[in-house]
Antibody, heavy 119, light 111 residues
């Protein structure tokens, strides 16, 4: 059974940092691109970043470029999102998602982890 | 303001058919990129409903179907059930943004 389990969310002050993790199981992690998608309270979905199987290609939402870094550890079947210089508008539930082949959407999602940026 | 435009809400009675539109532009849907649809039940993570414009993952009932034409796409739901009450999102790839884009979401109410 495919499972994605996020962790690392919490309350952080504006300007602070947080590192999210996503533990993957039930599939061959190295075969898939992976993404982070977020959802602000009461709002819609917003793709944040994704990373290629070997970690050598990464893409970001414009508003997080230079502040967020996506990475993966294939030996640990884990995906990460390092978030620096956090802003109030980054407050959201962050989901880890598996990308289907050939850019055909995200077929598995984690339960999400809440990040709250507030003083 | 989302890159893909969806109606904020739609409604229908049990058993009826509803459609949800998703309008994009020449840098995403109109550029030939596929459209995918997600269902998000209250308090849960999104679930892939339709991929590649009109394909259903295993376990998704054939009451759900998708289509795409030009710069727009649609999700159709037939035989509405109370359990279909959820938020629905379309998604595509945008070449000018070099990333995935979502619609703002449509709340489906079953009357």
């Amino acid at each position: 059974e495919v499972q994605l389990v996020e962790s690392g969310g919490g309350l952080v002050q504006p300007g602070g940092s947080l590192r999210l993790s996503c533990a993957a199981s039930g599939f061959t992690f190295t075969n898939y691109w992976m993404s982070w998608v977020r959802q602000a309270p009461g709002k819609g979905l917003e793709w944040v970043a994704n990373i290629k199987q070997n970690g050598r290609e990464k893409y970001y939402l414009d508003s997080v470029k230079g502040r967020f870094t996506i990475s993966r550890d294939n030996a640990k079947n884990s995906l990460y999102l390092q978030m620096n210089s956090l802003r109030a508008e980054d407050t959201a539930v962050y989901y880890c998602a598996r990308d289907r082949p050939s850019m055909t959407g995200h077929d598995y999602w984690g339960q999400g982890t809440l990040v709250t940026v507030s003083s | 303001q989302s890159v893909l435009t969806q109606p904020p809400s739609v409604s229908g009675a049990p058993g009826q058919r509803v459609t949800i539109s998703c309008t994009g532009s020449s840098s995403n849907i109109g550029a030939g990129y596929d459209v995918h649809w997600y269902q998000q039940l209250p308090g849960t993570a999104p679930k892939l409903l339709i991929y590649g414009n009109n394909n259903r993952p295993p376990g998704v009932p054939d009451r759900f179907s998708g289509s795409k034409s030009g710069t727009s796409a649609s999700l159709a739901i037939t035989g509405l059930q109370a359990g279909d009450e959820a938020d629905y999102y379309c998604q595509s790839y945008d070449s000018s943004l070099s990333g995935w884009v979502f619609g703002g979401g449509t709340k489906l109410t079953v009357l």
